[in-house]
């Protein structure tokens, strides 16, 4: 009888350590090469790097791109920079999903917007691609627009013809100055989708 009570106790902790929904891919989208560093369309691999620096965590070359684990509370966290360039990116988090069991649901793709003023937080549950080769390359390779994503704001603030050398282009002074806070911020919206949900942290962050 005793013995048949342990083991029922230990198939529940294999289940529980195991369960799929305590781990989460945080996927900054950006391109690779120092050239693109500091560029505003890579401000998802800013948001992870700044992250990770703050937890003192190490990126390792994985396969399709670069990757830091974060142990929270019980919580696995992926952050994951995939080396596809923009182009491909859904490409790295198919594998990634796949490898670890990740559902949809506890992905975090964290891209520029455009649509957005310099800094603005939106954070969806699902959207279109809005003319993101990123996320239109999520789209095509899951299938699906069902997954949580994290837009930081770049503004607009470029002629006409021009939006190319402005999403690659370097930040300001200005925006410079600025963006310690706003990555500050971004650390504690990935925490929060982790530990909280994605409804309270929308309800949250949405418009800080």
């Known amino acids: 009888m005793k013995n048949w009570i342990f083991n029922i106790f230990s198939k529940k902790q294999i289940t529980t350590d195991s369960d799929p929904m305590k781990k989460f891919l945080i996927v900054g989208l950006g391109n690779i090469g120092a050239e693109y560093v500091n560029t505003r369309h890579n401000i998802g691999f800013k948001v992870v790097d700044h992250l990770a620096r703050k937890e003192s965590l190490d990126f390792q070359t994985v396969?399709?791109?670069a990757m830091a684990e974060y142990k929270l509370k019980g919580?696995?966290?992926f952050l994951l920079k995939p080396n596809t360039y923009m182009n491909l990116s859904g490409k790295a988090i198919k594998y990634w999903m796949d490898k670890e069991n990740i559902p949809a649901s506890n992905i975090l793709v964290i891209t520029d917007d455009l649509n957005l003023s310099f800094g603005t937080i939106r954070i969806k549950p699902k959207g279109s691609d809005g003319g993101h080769n990123g996320l239109k390359s999520i789209q095509q390779t899951l299938n699906s627009s069902d997954y949580p994503r994290f837009r930081f704001g770049i503004s607009d603030d470029f002629k006409k013809g021009k939006q190319v050398d402005y999403?690659?282009?370097?930040w300001t002074e200005e925006e410079t100055a600025r963006l310690s806070e706003r990555l500050d911020l971004s650390a504690e919206i990935i925490r929060s989708f982790a530990l909280a949900?994605?409804?309270?942290?929308?309800?949250?962050?949405n418009g800080k």
Not at 167 to 170: N, S, T, Y
Not at 197 to 205: A, E, Y
């Open 197 to 205: 949900g994605l409804d309270t942290t929308m309800n949250t962050f």
């Open 75 to 77: 919580r696995t966290l």
């Open 63 to 65: 396969k399709l791109g």
């Open 167 to 170: 999403v690659l282009g370097e």
